[in-house]
């Protein structure tokens, strides 16, 4: 687009046709809303209103950020992230003292647009303090349960799957999903350090018949396996747990007790969606700061550019207690609940798209 260019919009959401045809899945979205912070309330969760201006966005290689200006009235000018997350805030609240909160928080994430994705969405997070992550996976399935009675629905379809939100997900280790899935023995190549074998894993492609490019690092070859092979088959008939994520692609998880080549993440899917990702939390201020240096190196590699490290995350994390937590994208599951099949038709007003 050039300067002296107007710019114009896709099918603007405001057109009386269009919010007509929406209205329906917006009214859905609110009273999945309001049935998910009565659920909370029932179990004596506080809602939290977190900022979204933060001194760091997150430190996950892959996720991109918008970025502006803090003036101050003398005029010194500071970078600000708009957050992917509220994870690093919620946080904070839980070294105050705070044990079990949710929040309903707007999101930012750059270079995603579509069906699934958009640059700013809601994600529902909640945190039990001194609870096991297990329990996490049971407060999906209840919210699974309590969506789909909300919209008064019983199942929940999106391209061709379909789910009974009502049945007990099942629960599969990632350790599992690849050998069922792609004949591959993921842990093989994680020695018990966390550290992985990349050379290994490539052998373990080639043999499969999954094609992938001499500079894929251990983490590609993962992450080949997992969108190619894994995720196509979970979340069919019912929810999918996929849980015990290597430690390498936990950045913020604890090790597990049972094996220290996993750590405590899980992520729920449900008719291919991904709906939710869930931690046991790491509160090793030191292990953090080495993931997150590291995860910043892989992104300055790969994507040319760094994200400032939050020093009073850390310093709070030092003191937090043992808790689990878990991020869900609540606009794909009103989605779901409501059998929209864009994610723009669930939101009161997306984004504007500009065209060229």
Not at 115 to 143: K, S
Not at 192 to 204: F, I, K, N
Not at 317 to 339: E, I, K
């Amino acid at each position: 687009m050039n300067a002296s260019s107007t710019p114009s919009f896709r099918s603007p959401w405001w057109n009386l046709n269009s919010h007509a045809d929406r209205r329906p899945f917006l009214l859905g979205r609110n009273a999945v809303q309001t049935a998910l912070r009565g659920f909370f309330g029932a179990r004596d969760f506080i809602e939290v209103d977190t900022a979204t201006l933060q001194v760091s966005p997150g430190n996950e290689t892959h996720l991109h950020a918008f970025s502006t200006e803090a003036i101050s009235i003398e005029g010194p000018r500071s970078q600000l992230y708009l957050h992917t997350s509220p994870e690093f805030a919620c946080k904070k609240l839980l070294a105050a003292g705070e044990t079990r909160i949710f929040t309903f928080a707007h999101v930012y994430r750059n270079r995603e647009r579509g069906p699934l994705h958009h640059p700013e969405f809601t994600m529902l997070e909640w945190y039990r303090v001194g609870e096991a992550y297990e329990q996490l996976m049971d407060d999906c399935a209840a919210m699974l349960a309590l969506a789909a009675e909300t919209a008064k629905t019983k199942r929940f379809a999106f391209r061709n799957m379909e789910v009974d939100p009502f049945a007990e997900p099942e629960r599969v280790t990632l350790a599992e999903a690849f050998d069922r899935y792609a004949g591959i023995d993921l842990l093989a190549s994680v020695a018990a350090s966390g550290e992985t074998d990349r050379d290994l894993l490539a052998s373990q492609l080639h043999s499969a018949g999954i094609a992938f490019a001499e500079d894929d690092t251990w983490a590609d070859l993962f992450s080949k396996v997992l969108v190619d092979r894994v995720e196509p088959h979970l979340g069919q008939g019912r929810a999918t747990v996929l849980c015990e994520y290597p430690v390498s692609e936990a950045a913020l998880a604890r090790p597990s007790e049972r094996d220290p080549r996993v750590a405590e993440r899980f992520e729920l899917y449900a008719c291919g969606v991904e709906l939710a990702n869930a931690f046991g939390e790491l509160t090793d201020a030191g292990e953090q700061r080495r993931r997150f240096e590291h995860e910043m190196a892989e992104k300055a590699r790969i994507y040319g550019e760094r994200y400032p490290l939050d020093e009073d995350f850390l310093d709070a994390l030092s003191v937090m207690p043992q808790a689990s937590g878990a991020a869900l994208g609540f606009d794909r599951l009103a989605m779901l609940a409501t059998g929209a099949t864009r994610i723009d038709q669930v939101m009161w007003a997306p984004v504007a798209e500009v065209l060229d």
